[in-house]
C-alpha cells in the first residue's frame, strides 16, 4: 500500500492498542526506507540454497533461508509435480523475518503418499535454486524404505564431497544424526592438537557464543555447494549432537546462566537453518515417523535430557554404575517405549540417534563415557524394553565418533554370547578428523569387542534399505576429503533378517 495509507493504517491501530509509541514510530520508519529502496534486495539472497524435511504421507516442510537484508521480506512459494514447474500445484507467500534469521518454514499438507513433489522461491526478482522432495508412503504400504545416515561435517576438516554423492543417490530421505556444525573458533596450525592439524579451510570468527555467533557458522557451512546439493535432492529428518551447541553438553546437567543463554540461542539458530516446522521451536526433539508397514522411525534427542557424564567424563569411577542413570529423561524415555509397543507391527523399529549404543571396549582398554557407555543403567532399561516387547527387527542407528561400526547388541553387551536384541549401525564422519586412514586402530578394537563385526576409519557415510525381506546397511568410503572430488567405494555390505537381530555379511 502507499507510504501515507500505510501510515494512517498503522496509526489506527496503535489507538486501537496494538502498536504503541516507539513500535509505530519504528514501523513508520521502515516502510518510509523500503518506500526510499534503502532495504531493497540488490543481490541473490537464495546463496544459502533450499531443504525439506519431516517428511509424512500427507505432509513436508519446505525451507529457505534470505541473506543480505536487515527487512522483513515477501517471499513467493511454488509446489510442482514437475521440474519445469509446467504443473504447479500450490503457491503461496510468506514473510522472511528478522526474528526468525530470514528463515522460511512452509509447513505443505494435503498432500499424496509416495509423491515426488518440486519447489522454489522468488523474491524481488531473483529465484531460488529448484528443490525435489517427496513424501512418506502411506501408513499399510509394502514400499521399500531408502535412506542415508551421515553427519559430523566439521568444516575445517575437509570437502563435503561425501554430500555431493548423497545428492545422487536414489533415497527417500537422508537421517542427519547430528554435528551439523562445529562451534570452535577458527583454529591455526600452531595450535596444535588433531583439530589444527586437521584443518583444511577456516572457520569464519570466533567461537561461537551468540545467536549472531551461530547464525553466522550455519550460513557459512550453508554456503557449501555439496552440502546445498544434497538438501536440494531428499526431505531430511534431523537431529542435533552436541557441536550445534558446545562440545559433550549434557541438558540435565545443572547449567549456569551464562550456558542457559548459549544453548537457547544456539538452538534457535539450528531450528532456523533446520527445515522443521514452528511448532519445535516450543517442543521436544524427539518425534516419531512411520514409512509405511515397514518401517517405525523413532528419533531420538541423547543430548538434551541426560546426566553430566559420570567421571568427569574420564577413567572409572563408581558413578558409572549408578542405578538412575539417565541418557533420555524419564518422560522420553516413556514416549519412547510408548512408541515401540504401539508400533509392534512394524517389521523393522529404527532407534536414529546420535552416539554408539553398542559397548566400545577403545584401544587403550577405556570406555567413552560420553557415549551409552558412561550411563549403562539407561542402556539396560532401553534393552529391556525391548526385550519385554520382542521387538525383533530394533536397529539402531548413531554417528558422533567418526568410525564406522556394525555390531549386533547383546542384553549383556559384555557377552556376546547372551541374546542378541538388536542390531546397530554407526557412520563415519562426513569429514571430521580429516582424511583418516584404512586401519587405524581396527585389529584391537575387533579383537576387544567380538560383537562388532565393521570398523572403518576413513570418512563417508551409510545407505540402507528397509523392507520385507530385509534391512541393508553399505558403509560408502571416501579415500580423501583434504581435497575436493573424492570418488567412494563400498567398504562393507551388511543385511539383517526380519525378526533376527544381528549381523550377515551381504
Known amino acids: 500500500m502507499p507510504v501515507d495509507s500505510a501510515a494512517r493504517h498503522i496509526l489506527a491501530l496503535d489507538r486501537r492498542g496494538a502498536l504503541r509509541g516507539g513500535m509505530a514510530l519504528a514501523a513508520l520508519a521502515a516502510l518510509a526506507r523500503s518506500a526510499r529502496g534503502e532495504d531493497r534486495l540488490r543481490e541473490n539472497p537464495f546463496t544459502l540454497g533450499v531443504a525439506s524435511g519431516e517428511p ?4 513436508l516442510v519446505l525451507w529457505t533461508r534470505l541473506t543480505g537484508t536487515t527487512s522483513p521480506v515477501p517471499v513467493t512459494w511454488e509446489a510442482a509435480g514437475d521440474d519445469r514447474f509446467t504443473r504447479i500445484l500450490r503457491r503461496g507467500e510468506a514473510t522472511a523475518e528478522a526474528d526468525d534469521g530470514h528463515s522460511l518454514h512452509i509447513e505443505l499438507g494435503g498432500l499424496a503418499p509416495a ?39 566439521h568444516f575445517e576438516h575437509g570437502h563435503f564431497t561425501a554430500w555431493r554423492h548423497i545428492a545422487e543417490a536414489p533415497l527417500d530421505t537422508v537421517f542427519h544424526y547430528g554435528d551439523y556444525i562445529y562451534e570452535y573458533r577458527g583454529l591455526r596450525p600452531e595450535d596444535g592438537g588433531w583439530a589444527a592439524r586437521s584443518r583444511i579451510r577456516m572457520h569464519e570468527g570466533g567461537e561461537t557464543l551468540t545467536l549472531a555467533d551461530y547464525r553466522a557458522r550455519h550460513a557459512q557451512y550453508r554456503a557449501d555447494p555439496d552440502l546445498q546439493a544434497a538438501h536440494a535432492a531428499h526431505p531430511f529428518i534431523v537431529s542435533y549432537d552436541d557441536h550445534e551447541v558446545s562440545n559433550d553438553w549434557a541438558g540435565g546437567a545443572p547449567p549456569t546462566a551464562e550456558f ?27 518425534r516419531r515417523f512411520r514409512f509405511g508397514r515397514q518401517v517405525a522411525f523413532h528419533v531420538l534427542d541423547t543430548r538434551g535430557y541426560r546426566d553430566a557424564q559420570p567421571c568427569g567424563g ?18 522420553q524415555e516413556a514416549w519412547l517405549n510408548d512408541g515401540l509397543t504401539a508400533a509392534r507391527d512394524a517389521t ?27 550411563y549403562p543403567a539407561a542402556r539396560a532399561r532401553l534393552l529391556a524394553a525391548l526385550a519385554e516387547r520382542r521387538i525383533g527387527g530394533a536397529v539402531a542407528l548413531s554417528g558422533d565418533v567418526h568410525r564406522a561400526l556394525a555390531a549386533t547388541v547383546h542384553a ?15 557412520a563415519t564422519s562426513v569429514t571430521s578428523e580429516g582424511d583418516g586412514s584404512d586401519s587405524a586402530g581396527r585389529p584391537v578394537l575387533l579383537e576387544r ?24 546397511a553399505s558403509f560408502r568410503a571416501l579415500p580423501f576429503v583434504s581435497r575436493p572430488g573424492a570418488p567412494h567405494v563400498e567398504e562393507a555390505r551388511f543385511h539383517v533378517e526380519p525378526g533376527q537381530p544381528g549381523l550377515h555379511r551381504a
Open 56 to 59: 509424512r504421507p500427507d505432509s
Open 115 to 153: 509423491s515426488t513433489y518440486f519447489y522454489r522461491f522468488r523474491t524481488a526478482g531473483f529465484l531460488s535454486p529448484v528443490g525435489r522432495t517427496r513424501t512418506a508412503p502411506a501408513p499399510g504400504s509394502d514400499a521399500t524404505f531408502r535412506f542415508a545416515n551421515a553427519g559430523c561435517q
Open 260 to 286: 542457559v543463554l548459549r544453548r537457547t540461542a544456539a538452538l534457535k539458530a539450528w531450528w532456523e537453518a533446520m527445515p522443521l516446522p514452528r511448532a519445535m521451536l516450543d517442543r521436544p526433539a524427539y
Open 314 to 331: 574420564r577413567g572409572r569411577c563408581d558413578a558409572i554404575e549408578r542405578p538412575d542413570a539417565q541418557m533420555l529423561g524419564p518422560v
Open 348 to 374: 523393522w523399529q529404527v532407534l536414529a540417534q546420535q552416539i554408539p549404543l553398542m559397548r566400545r571396549h577403545l584401544a587403550n582398554g577405556a570406555l567413552s563415557l560420553d557415549k551409552w557407555d558412561g
Open 412 to 426: 549383556d553387551p559384555d557377552d556376546a554370547g547372551s541374546t542378541a536384541l538388536a542390531t546397530e549401525f554407526t
Open 449 to 472: 569387542n567380538p560383537h562388532i563385526q565393521h570398523f572403518g576409519a576413513r570418512r563417508g557415510f551409510t545407505l540402507h534399505e528397509a523392507g520385507a525381506r530385509g534391512f541393508e
